[in-house]
C-alpha cells in the first residue's frame, strides 16, 4: 500500500477522500433542514483526519476534500456537509469553503483557484447518483479537480465507489496516515498479537460476524460474546430466549461455531430482563439465561459483566467490537460500561473496532483510555475477516 511517503504534494493539488460521515442533531426551527439547528453530536472523524490534513498543508498543498453523508436519495439538504466544513474551520483555525455541488465546471473553477494550504470541500459525494456505482465519467470529473489523491476514508474503504475505489486508479495515490495506521494496526492484532489475545464481540447479529468470530477461534485465545447475538448461541443450546430479540438466521451458525469452538467460546452466564425496550421499563436481574415469556434479555448480568472484566484487565492484547447490551437505555448499560471499563484499565494493546463499541466509549469518557480506536465499523470487521476492501486495494 502506497503512503504520503511515495506521493509527490509539494506545491500541488491534491483530493483527499475523508470520512466525515458524523451523526448530527435532527433539523429542527428555526433552522431548518441543513442550517444552523442542526449540529454535530460526536466530531471523532472528523479530528482524526487531521493529522493527515495538517500534513499536507505543511507541504504547501492545496486540498479538495471529498466525503458522504448518510444515504440520501437526492439533494437533500439535511444531509449536507455544510456541519462538517465548518466545524473543521474552527478545528483548523482557518477557511474551509464549501463547493456548491460534488463537480462540474463551477467546482473545477474553484479547485483551480485554490492556493497551498487552501481547503476546499466538496458537497456530500452521494449527492452524485454515480457515487455509489463507482461510475467511471464521475471518478475522471473527481481527477480533474487535482493532481494527486489521497484515502484517509478507512470507514469507507470496505466501498469500491467512484471517491474510494475509481479515482485512485486516474491520479498518483496513496494511503493517508488514519488509513495507513487502521490497516496496520488491524492486521497487526491478528498476525502477531501479544499474548493472551481475548476478543470480545457483541452486537445484534451473529450473521454479520460470523467470519470475525471465525477469525478469532482460530486466532484467539478466548473470545466472550454478549449483546443480542448471544440468544442464537443460546437458542442452539435449547435455551429458551423469550421475547429476545434472536436472529433466527444465526442459530445454525451459532451452533457451528460452538462445535469448533473448543472452548475458546464463552456465553454469558447470567442476564438483565425487561418487559419491553424501554428505559422505563421493568427490569429484573436473571440467574442464568433461560429467558420467560413475556421478558427480553437487554443486557448481561453483573456475575457474566464481572468475569468477563476479569478475562478483559490482564490481557497483552484486546479486540472489541459490539456492546454488551442495550447501553443506549442507561438502565441496560452497566455491562458494556463494565466492559469498557475493563478495556481501558487493560495495560496490553486495546483495539476497539468501530461501531457502536467506538460509541460506548465516548459515552463513558474512555475513548482516550484505548490503544486504538477504529473509525470504522464495516470496514474494520471486514479486514478482520480477511476480506480485501476496495479502498485499500487500489493504493497497492
Not at 467546482?107 to 449527492?127: K, Q
Not at 437487554?298 to 478483559?312: H, I, N
Request: with cysteine; proline share 7%.
Amino acid at each position: 500500500m502506497r503512503t504520503l511517503d511515495d506521493l509527490d504534494v509539494e506545491g500541488r493539488r491534491v483530493l483527499v477522500r475523508v470520512d466525515f460521515n458524523v451523526p448530527l442533531t435532527q433539523p429542527t426551527a428555526p433552522g431548518g433542514p441543513g442550517g444552523p439547528a442542526r449540529r454535530i453530536t460526536d466530531d471523532m472523524r472528523i479530528r482524526a483526519a487531521l493529522p493527515t490534513l495538517e500534513w499536507l498543508r505543511e507541504r504547501r498543498a492545496a486540498l479538495v476534500l471529498a466525503a458522504h453523508l448518510g444515504r440520501p436519495k437526492d439533494r437533500e439538504p439535511e444531509l449536507s456537509l455544510r456541519p462538517a466544513a465548518d466545524r473543521l474551520a474552527e478545528l483548523i483555525d482557518g477557511d474551509v469553503t464549501l463547493a456548491p455541488a460534488v463537480v462540474g465546471k463551477e467546482v473545477e473553477a474553484f479547485a483551480h483557484n485554490l492556493a497551498p494550504g487552501d481547503v476546499l470541500m466538496l458537497e456530500n459525494v452521494r449527492y452524485e447518483p454515480g457515487e455509489t456505482k463507482n461510475d467511471p465519467e464521475l471518478a475522471r470529473a473527481y481527477a480533474r479537480l487535482a493532481d494527486a489523491y489521497v484515502n484517509d476514508a478507512f470507514g469507507a474503504a470496505h466501498r469500491a465507489h467512484a471517491s474510494t475505489e475509481g479515482v485512485a486508479h486516474l491520479l498518483p495515490s496513496a494511503a493517508g496516515l488514519l488509513l495507513e495506521r487502521e490497516v496496520e494496526t488491524l492486521t497487526g492484532i491478528l498476525r502477531e498479537p501479544p499474548r493472551p489475545l481475548v476478543a470480545v464481540v457483541g452486537g445484534a447479529k451473529v450473521t454479520d460476524k460470523i467470519g470475525v468470530l471465525d477469525a478469532f477461534l482460530d486466532r484467539a485465545d478466548t473470545v466472550l460474546v454478549g449483546g443480542a447475538m448471544a440468544f442464537p448461541f443460546f437458542a442452539a443450546q435449547g435455551h429458551t430466549v423469550g421475547d429476545s430479540l434472536c436472529e433466527r438466521e444465526g442459530v445454525e451458525p451459532a451452533r457451528r461455531l460452538l462445535e469448533r469452538a473448543d472452548g475458546k467460546l464463552r456465553l454469558p452466564q447470567d442476564l438483565v430482563l425487561a418487559d419491553r425496550f424501554a428505559a422505563e421499563a421493568q427490569r429484573r436481574e436473571l440467574d442464568g439465561v433461560d429467558v420467560p415469556d413475556g421478558w427480553m434479555g437487554l443486557d448481561v448480568g453483573p456475575r457474566t459483566a464481572e468475569a468477563y472484566a476479569r478475562t478483559v484487565t490482564p490481557a497483552g492484547s484486546v479486540f472489541w467490537n459490539g456492546p454488551m447490551g442495550a447501553f443506549e437505555l442507561e438502565p441496560f448499560a452497566a455491562g458494556t460500561r463494565t466492559v469498557a471499563e475493563a478495556v481501558a484499565a487493560c495495560d496490553g494493546t486495546t483495539v476497539v473496532g468501530g461501531g457502536d463499541s467506538a460509541a460506548a466509549l465516548v459515552a463513558f469518557g474512555l475513548a482516550d483510555r484505548v490503544t486504538h480506536l477504529s473509525t470504522g465499523g464495516g470496514a474494520a470487521l471486514e479486514l478482520i475477516e480477511g476480506k480485501p476492501l476496495p479502498g485499500v486495494e487500489a493504493l497497492a
